[in-house]
């Protein structure tokens, strides 16, 4: 087990392009999460998906924003049209399947974009 | 709409120095609580889940305790080294889809 991946662990784009991430959860881990994480605060939730599902989307995932995991396993975050204010680490996290309460989630690396 | 809050912002203590952290959150209606810590530019690792119906969790040196009553948490860290510097943050998961709900963490810095 080699935990969660992200790819790539840096980005820095011009203003206007469009960025793609990348999220391998660990395996089997049916549920995966994306935050977002701007200096000195706290990660806030963006999306989350259980299996291919994409159950719930933060008023934060704006138009510009779309995430998906075609086949339950790794998932995508791309941005459109990024802006200066786009600017963060974005995290990724999974977790088995909750029987009953939520399962502990394990946190990748994270991708850190620049947008200039 | 739960809040969560971690006081204080940052914290500096001498090694071997017992210390405690603190998370409130704004609903007491959460599933659990988790702690977590973060090295500078680094993901999250988490230390310690405690589920509502607990009271506390342990894992070494580290001690986690839920008030839901009272929408307190502590982590307790005993005999603080160096390699404990680090930012923890707290995080209620309060739907059962398991979204987390993050403080904006305490930066800890313990001095050799």
């Known amino acids: 087990d080699t935990g969660v991946s992200q790819d790539p662990r840096h980005k820095i784009t011009k203003r206007g392009q469009n960025v793609t991430f990348r999220c391998d959860p660990i395996?089997?881990?049916?549920?995966l999460y994306w935050y977002r994480q701007t200096l000195g605060q706290g990660p806030e939730f963006l999306t989350y998906?259980?299996?291919?599902?994409?159950?719930?989307k933060s008023r934060l995932l704006s138009d510009r924003f779309s995430a998906e995991r075609p086949k339950g396993s790794f998932s995508t975050l791309e941005i459109q049209r990024t802006e200066q204010g786009d600017s963060a680490m974005y995290l990724c996290?999974?977790?088995?399947?909750?029987?009953?309460?939520?399962?502990?989630?394990?946190f990748g690396p994270g991708t850190r974009l620049t947008v200039l | 709409k739960q809040e969560v809050t971690q006081i204080p912002a940052a914290l500096s203590v001498p090694e071997g120095e017992n210390l405690v952290l603190n998370c409130s959150f704004t609903?007491?209606?959460?599933?659990?609580l988790q702690w977590f810590r973060q090295d500078p530019g680094k993901g999250l690792t988490s230390l310690l889940l405690?589920?509502?119906?607990?009271r506390e969790q342990t894992s070494g040196r580290l001690n986690a305790s839920l008030d839901k009553s009272s929408g307190r948490s502590t982590l307790y860290i005993a005999a603080s080294q160096p390699g404990d510097s680090a930012t923890y943050l707290c995080?209620?998961?309060?739907?059962?889809?398991?979204?987390?709900?993050f403080g904006q963490g305490t930066t800890l810095q313990v001095k050799p």
């Open positions: 996290a999974s977790s088995p399947q909750a029987t009953g309460s939520p399962d502990t989630q394990y």
């Open positions: 395996s089997e881990h049916n549920r």
């Open positions: 998906f259980q299996n291919e599902a994409q159950l719930e």
């Open positions: 609903d007491s209606a959460i599933y659990n």
């Open positions: 405690i589920q509502s119906s607990q």
């Open positions: 995080a209620a998961h309060s739907s059962n889809t398991g979204k987390l709900i």
